[in-house]
């Protein structure tokens, strides 16, 4: 068994008694792919039961950061990803659910993270790019509440995507997830997405197959893409110039969706990418890097 692969090796996690049995929970090992995920970042979560009769588990449940997670069985254990919002702390608090015949052991554990080093940008941008006024703030805030819906509904969509996820684009990277957004000398947000550079109507791929679950012309985000790629997953692709699909296609891994565009609130063309794990804005490159299945203790 590797060291660097294991978080919690065959540790006896201290039960929580369920509505469903007052039974202590049995001793599970825990570990994550990549070993130490990253605020902001994704990982695979593996649970293996190790005690005898470990078999006798039939699914597993849980949440974590207030997201469900979506288990599937891998040889002797359950796998599911697992998102860590940027912002949360050193820590990510896990909830299980082991399912037996006749009852339900639930225990927490908390997933060490890692913390990104997160650079910043200064950009000089006329004030109506910072400053809104109230209708504009308001039709901010429904975007928003549209774009939450789509991905906070997608952990009712079954998994339709493969890891590792292809990029959307193959040119180069002008703005990382996380990095401080500094608007005429005032940090206002962060940078949630990647930004790929591109000549208005170099064309922008799916990156990875999914749902089209929205369509739209946002104040922001300008002419967008929203993919559902179920499990809880959703991409999606802003600033387009032209949109090749329409909502309820299902398109396929490295399909041309649209092309890039400077519609929105933008300095220039550019695609900017996110991802969301359910209503988590993770580092879309983290799903690029995701490995197809977790590695295999040993």
Do not use: C, K
């Not at 554990?109 to 109506?128: C, F, K, T």
């Not at 997405?193 to 109507?201: L, N, Q, W």
């Amino acid at each position: 068994m590797r060291r660097e692969a294991l978080l919690v090796a065959a540790v006896a996690l201290a039960a929580v008694p369920s509505a469903a049995s007052q039974i202590a929970g049995p001793s599970v090992a825990v570990r994550t792919d990549p070993a130490v995920p990253m605020q902001g970042g994704v990982a695979w979560l593996v649970v293996r039961p190790t005690e005898q009769g470990g078999d006798s588990v039939t699914a597993v449940e849980g949440a974590a950061a207030g997201e469900p997670l979506h288990f599937l069985r891998r040889g002797e254990g359950l796998v599911a990803l697992v998102a860590a919002p940027l912002e949360g702390g050193d820590s990510l608090e896990v909830v299980l659910r082991l399912i037996r015949a006749g009852r339900t052991d639930t225990t927490r554990l908390a997933l060490a993270l890692g913390r990104p080093e997160l650079g910043s940008e200064q950009l000089r941008v006329p004030p109506r790019m910072t400053v809104f006024d109230s209708a504009t703030e308001a039709r901010i805030q429904g975007e928003l509440a549209r774009s939450r819906a789509i991905s906070a509904a997608s952990h009712a969509t079954p998994r339709l995507w493969r890891a590792p996820f292809r990029r959307p684009r193959a040119s180069r990277i002008t703005s990382r997830y996380g990095t401080a957004r500094e608007y005429n000398g005032q940090v206002t947000s962060r940078h949630l997405g990647t930004d790929f550079a591109g000549a208005v109507g170099a064309p922008v791929a799916a990156a990875a197959r999914g749902v089209v679950a929205l369509v739209a012309d946002f104040y922001l985000a300008g002419h967008a893409v929203y993919l559902d790629h179920g499990g809880g997953l959703v991409t999606g692709y802003f600033h387009l110039s032209g949109i090749d699909v329409a909502q309820g296609d299902t398109v396929t891994a490295g399909q041309p969706i649209g092309r890039v565009g400077r519609s929105g609130r933008v300095t220039g063309p550019h695609l900017h990418w996110i991802a969301r794990y359910g209503t988590i804005t993770v580092d879309p490159m983290g799903l690029v890097a995701l490995p197809a299945e977790p590695a295999e203790g040993r």
